[in-house]
């Protein structure tokens, strides 16, 4: 079968990267589509299964993420204590080849500060008997018995290039017998300093065998110059590594660890009697590769350095510490497989427990819930009867809880709804009087529409014009009243309402009240509660100026949008404002606008309390229908002013136009 992706044409300019990304969206979308496809099964499933699954959920998936955090606590503590003990041990170690170092170096120093010695090395010409009598039985025994005071120490010689030296076995030779060794071309740059050179065999430098078949005996010499002047010679002191390392070449056979030397040229010095390194195969050579990552990674680091790494399944610890004098490091490789599977098996024998004891428990709860959900299962048919139509329909569960409670409100829900069917017949017959009604109002309301409009042309008949617009405000003001086509309305038809209202009002005064409206041309197609406005303008204008009839009357309609969906309207009035105790009632009577009853006490300007009653319908008409966040507000300074702001939303019945319209009404 041919992929769909090899048989699309390559574009050079997309890349590899739209491909993957193509395939990263496509493997995201089948992704989610398996997931609401689960999702829609398991809805499907009773709630019996659902609650058994979310059991088993709730159950299964946290003691796994303890049992998992546990067991990677434990596996964490072993190999933390695993790495302490190893270390422990290479520490000792480290501490024993210290002391050889010591050992070895205080002999070399002991066997080149014998001046007799020195000038033995440096003679001239062929010494006399007599004389090399005096340095074998003096000089000579002083180095032997060096030796033999320190037993561990295999070999020590020294080397001339004087042809005037006598060798003196086994202590004295000339250099042609260590000139094939890979460090003697680097003896002559010592200068004074010294050499650690580790050798897989100790040679015999005699060569008294025609084939040298001497068995592996891994050592380790210090090389230095001997010096009293010009160049002398070559002093070598050797150790074997089974005394120089006792644990490292103690020889004790150990199936989980083993510690190996590694040189400056990074060769490995290990016990060829273990088994460790030879029985897992690769092992040496990882080794190898682990602690070269290591010295690229810390550097010439003195501390013990360790990491950890897998062969063939296997886990293993690598702890490194530095033997600066030798310029060398001392491995411990250990197995942690030993311990971390007696870890996973103890982890895996818990978890089947764990899976067996929630199948048990799922069992269990499948029973529990079948007995538990059985009430439940009576009022879902109990409900599907009423969805049918059996409206009287009941169910009586005994004892409490929630499956109880809910049917204790469900058969107070039938009830309910039968009340409610016998309240909607009886609106039925009730709406159908109002239509009656209405009708014969209407009829009502022509007859004095048209009455109004014949006192209207005899007045203009008689030239009386302020009575011909009185009447046409009058007019107007009574057909939107009686016009009541619903709750809502225009901005534009309530402030046409309030300006008839003004004009009818005017009559009364003197000094007329002067309407000032100031609204953007857009807010007037804004959606108002009808008959909302005018209740606050007519409280203007009955208790504003009650003192002082002639005095300038002006009350003024601001229309904001403070935000982009919430339009503010501030009433404004010249008047004598409101006490402050009185103040604090009419916020009071705003604030309880829900309550049945109201407060005792007058609230409106000059004891007036119908004032604060009207503002208290508006403002309950107002949350009513638009919500608890909108409403009144009044504000009012005494002797200057008072102001009634209303806020509503941002409603548009019809598209609206541009610009900003100022009217100025003045009766």
């Given at each position: 079968m041919v992929s769909d992706r090899l048989l699309l044409p390559f574009h050079p300019g997309l890349g590899y990267g739209y491909f993957m990304k193509r395939d990263v969206t496509v493997m995201m979308k089948r992704m989610a589509s398996l997931i609401q496809s689960f999702t829609y099964w398991i809805g499907r499933r009773s709630m019996q299964s659902r609650l058994v699954a979310a059991y088993i959920l709730i159950l299964l998936i946290p003691s796994m993420i303890v049992s998992n955090y546990f067991f990677k606590q434990i596996r964490d503590t072993y190999i933390s204590d695993a790495l302490n003990q190893n270390s422990f041990l290479l520490e000792i170690e480290k501490m024993n080849m210290l002391n050889q170092i010591e050992a070895i170096e205080m002999a070399a120093q002991l066997a080149i500060s014998d001046d007799g010695i020195k000038d033995y090395l440096r003679i001239n010409e062929e010494p006399e008997p007599a004389w090399l009598i005096d340095l074998a039985w003096g000089p000579f025994k002083d180095i032997q018995r060096i030796q033999t005071n320190n037993p561990n120490i295999t070999h020590l010689r020294l080397y001339t290039n004087n042809a005037n030296v006598t060798e003196m076995w086994p202590i004295i030779f000339q250099e042609k017998r260590?000139?094939?060794?890979?460090?003697?071309?680097?003896?002559?740059?010592?200068?004074?300093?010294?050499?650690?050179?580790?050798?897989?065999?100790?040679?015999?430098?005699?060569?008294?065998?025609?084939?040298?078949?001497s068995e592996e005996q891994p050592k380790v010499s210090l090389i230095r110059q001997v010096q009293s002047g010009n160049y002398s010679g070559v002093i070598q002191v050797d150790m074997l590594l089974k005394y120089f390392a006792p644990k490292t070449f103690a020889g004790i056979v150990d199936d989980s660890s083993q510690m190996v030397i590694v040189d400056q040229?990074?060769?490995?010095?290990?016990?060829?009697?273990?088994?460790?390194?030879?029985?897992?195969?690769?092992?040496?050579?990882?080794?190898?590769?682990?602690?070269?990552?290591?010295?690229?990674?810390?550097?010439?680091?003195?501390?013990?350095?360790?990491?950890?790494?897998?062969?063939?399944g296997s886990s293993f610890l690598l702890i490194a510490t530095p033997m600066e004098r030798l310029h060398a490091h001392v491995l411990n490789v250990v197995s942690l497989e030993g311990a971390l599977n007696n870890v996973s098996k103890a982890q895996g024998q818990i978890i089947a427990a764990n899976v067996v004891l929630i199948i048990l428990l799922s069992i269990i709860t499948y029973y529990l819930n079948s007995i538990i959900l059985k009430s439940l299962r009576r009022l879902t048919e109990t409900m599907k009867r009423v969805r049918k139509g059996e409206v009287t329909a009941a169910i009586a569960i005994r004892g409490g809880g929630e499956v109880g409670e809910l049917a204790h409100h469900f058969n107070k829900l039938i009830r309910t709804i039968n009340e409610l069917i016998a309240q909607g017949v009886r609106k039925q017959a009730v709406t159908k009087e109002a239509e009656l009604r209405t009708l014969h109002s209407q009829i009502d309301s022509h007859f004095l529409y048209n009455t109004l409009e014949n006192i209207k042309m005899l007045a203009e008949i008689e030239g009386q014009r302020t009575i011909s617009d009185a009447l046409t405000s009058l007019g107007g003001m009574m057909r939107y009243n009686f016009k009541w086509s619903g709750e809502y309305v225009k901005l534009r038809d309530e402030i046409r309402h309030i300006r008839n209202y003004i004009d009818v009002m005017n009559i009364r005064f003197d000094e007329p009240i002067r309407l000032e409206l100031n609204i953007p041309s857009e807010f007037m197609e804004l959606e108002v509660l009808k008959m909302s406005l005018q209740p606050i303008v007519e409280n203007a204008v009955k208790h504003a100026w009650p003192e002082f009839p002639d005095q300038e009357k002006q009350i003024k309609i601001d229309v904001i949008a403070w935000e982009e969906d919430q339009i503010t309207i501030n009433v404004t009035d010249n008047g004598i404002g409101i006490e402050p105790y009185r103040l604090g009632r009419l916020g009071e009577i705003l604030r309880t606008a829900d309550d049945e009853e109201l407060p005792s006490g007058d609230y409106g300007r000059g004891g007036v309390q119908a004032g604060g009653i009207g503002l208290r319908n508006v403002h309950q008409r107002i949350r009513l229908f638009y919500g608890n966040e909108y409403g009144i507000e009044v504000k009012s300074e005494e002797g200057k002013f008072t102001q009634v702001t209303m806020t509503f939303p941002k409603v548009l019945l019809t598209g609206g136009g541009s610009g900003h319209e100022k009217f100025d009404d003045r009766g």
């Open positions: 260590i000139a094939s060794e890979p460090w003697f071309p680097k003896v002559k740059e010592l200068d004074g300093g010294e050499m650690w050179v580790f050798n897989h065999r100790d040679p015999d430098i005699l060569q008294r065998y025609a084939a040298d078949v040229e990074g060769e490995l010095f290990m016990d060829r009697g273990q088994s460790f390194m030879t029985s897992h195969e690769g092992l040496r050579d990882e080794v190898e590769l682990q602690f070269a990552k290591l010295q690229l990674q810390t550097g010439d680091s003195e501390e013990t350095i360790h990491t950890r790494f897998s062969l063939d």
